[in-house]
């Protein structure tokens, strides 16, 4: 209980000290307050909801990617220190960069393979992660065996070094591609495999919370699953939440409308996330009414390609989304996008609550 909510049992007296103390750290935030209090003040005075920066698509071929590093100065200091999702724009696929606290990073997925037609040898996402100095992935999640999503892995494993490769046991029966990167993971000097379960928890960067909200850790192969194999592999996504400085994103992969009805029923209001990685590139099979009353997220990315012969993302995905007051990024019509994950804006009852706290 507070002491703003106890005042009858209390004494005025340490409401004017808190307050003193308030207006003091706002003027000087800097001054040594107990840490609790300088962390809710710095945090207060310096944090925004996360913020989303776009880049326009280029009309050629050429894979549009962020043309110049975030200038970093002083107000930017907690954000580039903090963690940014990249959906990278790899046309009709998932690749998701993911910049940690303290410098590690994560890539879900890696888009496409190249196309043997085009002149181009590596897969689109390699330009994004060649451009960016990106030597080393912490941890590289392959969400399930479909092309668009393992294609680049290829190259990841062959340019890269990889240290954490996260898989599930499913075998892509029509394709050799999801065994192909099983063998590089294996033959990638000191990078272990992991094969998570849904309600584990990944250590990935002090302060971030990875929960595994979906996966498919059993062994099996798509071909038992005939004849709607396609759907059998996307509800095999691996499905994680992040959590971070109070802000949250989930993300989907290709899960549809089956997993979501199980996330729903498990995991109910604990869905909620600021943003979420639309599954399956805005199919209708995914992204349910029921699923978005839950998640509630204020911005929603759906990775897609301008071409594509799925029709995606589908209409009603993206009357579903609207109609839940969520704001809209594409791929294919914004390119690569970053997002911030920083603490959401502080409200009166955060500042006066934890500083008139009395536990
Ligand atoms: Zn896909």
Redesign the pocket.
């Known amino acids: 209980m507070s002491i703003l909510e106890s005042g009858k049992k209390k004494s005025w007296v340490p409401t004017m000290i808190g307050a003193v103390l308030l207006l003091c750290g706002i003027a000087f935030h800097r001054v040594p307050f107990p840490i609790q209090i300088e962390d809710d003040l710095r945090d207060a005075l310096n944090s925004i909801n996360g913020d989303v920066k776009g880049v326009l698509q280029d009309d050629g071929s050429v894979p549009p990617i962020t043309e110049s590093a975030p200038v970093e100065t002083a107000e930017d200091k907690s954000a580039v220190s903090g963690l940014k999702l990249h959906f990278v724009n790899v046309f ?3 690749a998701i960069y993911i910049e940690l606290p303290g410098g590690k990073t994560a890539l879900i997925d890696a888009g496409p393979a190249p196309d043997p037609e085009s002149e181009y040898k590596t897969p689109i996402v390699s330009s994004f992660l060649k451009k960016r100095g990106v030597a080393k992935i912490d941890h590289l999640v392959m969400t399930h065996p ?1 092309a ?2 393992y294609g680049g892995l290829k190259w990841v494993f062959e340019e890269l070094q990889v240290d954490h490769f996260y898989d599930t046991r499913i075998d892509n029966s029509d394709a050799d591609g999801d065994n192909l990167a099983r063998e590089q993971a294996k033959k990638e000097p000191g990078c272990v495999v992991h094969y998570p379960a849904e309600g584990d928890q990944l250590d990935w960067a002090q302060g971030v919370k990875v929960k595994v909200l979906h996966s498919c850790p059993n062994r099996g192969r798509s071909a038992d699953h005939r004849p709607d194999v396609g759907a059998f592999l ?1 509800n095999c996504s691996i499905v994680l939440k992040l959590s971070y400085q109070g802000s949250s994103a989930l993300l989907m ?2 899960a549809q409308e089956e997993v979501e009805a199980r996330l729903v029923q498990t995991y109910g209001r604990g869905l909620q996330s600021d943003v979420l990685k639309v599954g ?2 805005g199919s209708k099979y995914s992204t349910t009414e029921a699923f978005l009353k839950k998640v509630k997220p204020e911005a929603a990315f759906i990775e897609v390609g301008k071409y594509n012969d799925f029709g995606h993302p589908t209409p009603d995905v993206l009357a579903r989304l609207k109609a839940a007051g969520a704001k809209i990024h594409r791929t294919d019509k914004e390119g690569t996008i970053e997002y911030a994950m920083k603490a959401p804006r502080p409200s009166a009852k955060l500042f006066f609550g934890s500083i008139f706290s009395a536990d």
């Open positions: 009709q696929g998932d479909h668009d999503h996307n992969a290709d399956h590139h």
